[in-house]
Nanobody, 120 residues
Framework: QVQLVESGGGLVQAGGSLRLSCAAS????????MGWFRQAPGKEREFVAA????????RYADSVKGRFTISRDNAKNTLYLQMNSLKPEDTAVYYC?????????????WGQGTQVTVSS
């Protein structure tokens, strides 16, 4: 089985920063790519960022480019999302995912999610 466990969410003021972490166990470390989705209240889940699990290629949603950075530590099987210059519209539950590929939004596995709330 694959487990993806997120942490690092919380409440932050607009303009602030948070770093999310996702600890992967099981077969996740051999996945093609990993990434982050988010779901705001009343909205559908949307793609945020992804990176190839072996190489350095990354992909970002236009709404977070220049503000969010995805990274990983293969030795720890951990994925990160550094979020800077946060805006109230970034408020959402953030999910760590194992993807079928870097350039697809097709998800193999989901984490349980972590809440990020940005106050204005």
């Amino acid at each position: 089985q694959v487990q993806l466990v997120e942490s690092g969410g919380g409440l932050v003021q607009a303009g602030g920063s948070l770093r999310l972490s996702c600890a992967a166990s099981g077969r996740a470390f051999s996945t093609e790519a990993m990434g982050w989705f988010r779901q705001a209240p009343g909205k559908e889940r949307e793609f945020v960022a992804a990176m190839h699990w072996i190489g350095s290629a990354t992909r970002y949603a236009d709404s977070v480019k220049g503000r969010f950075t995805i990274s990983r530590d293969n030795a720890k099987n951990t994925l990160y999302l550094q979020m800077n210059s946060l805006k109230p519209e970034d408020t959402a539950v953030y999910y760590c995912v194992a993807l079928k590929g870097l350039y697809t939004n097709s998800v193999d596995f989901w984490g349980q999610g972590t809440q990020v709330t940005v106050s204005s």
